[in-house]
């Protein structure tokens, strides 16, 4: 599975972004999806996940009520909307995906890894 990553960039704070992953090599419907972020200097942490169909979500709670995750099967691609964006949001997002059967926020459940895409928020 190939994860390409894209959307981010630099945002004033209580901007938006919207980012994308797009998906190929496996059937896309089949994958859990995942978003992770590394601060400078911190570890990688979890961010939010999207089952299969799309019927179950799970957000860290720093995130939880500005980020949405959804998902187009359609597209092979899920998308991580961010709004309400702070300074401490600034990290490399990184998209994910997981072929277990459980929706899980732990990243070393997760199979495959996207190259990451940079969001910075100016305060």
């Known amino acids: 599975v190939q994860l390409q990553a894209s959307g981010g960039g630099l945002v004033q704070a209580g901007g938006s972004l919207r980012l994308s992953c797009a998906a190929s090599?496996?059937?896309?419907?089949?994958?859990?999806m995942g978003w992770f972020r590394q601060a400078p200097g911190k570890e990688r942490e979890f961010v939010a996940a999207?089952?299969?169909?799309?019927?179950?979500?799970y957000y860290a709670d720093s995130v939880k009520g500005r980020f949405t995750i959804s998902r187009d099967n359609s597209k092979n691609t899920d998308y991580l909307q961010m709004n309400n964006l702070k300074s401490e949001d600034t990290a490399v997002y990184y998209c994910?995906?997981?072929?277990?059967?459980?929706?899980?926020?732990?990243?070393?459940?997760?199979?495959?890894w996207g190259q990451g895409t940079q969001v910075t928020v100016s305060s």
């Open positions: 994910a995906a997981d072929g277990s059967y459980w929706l899980t926020r732990l990243q070393a459940e997760y199979d495959y």
């Open positions: 090599g496996r059937t896309f419907s089949t994958l859990h």
């Open positions: 999207i089952s299969r169909g799309g019927g179950t979500t």
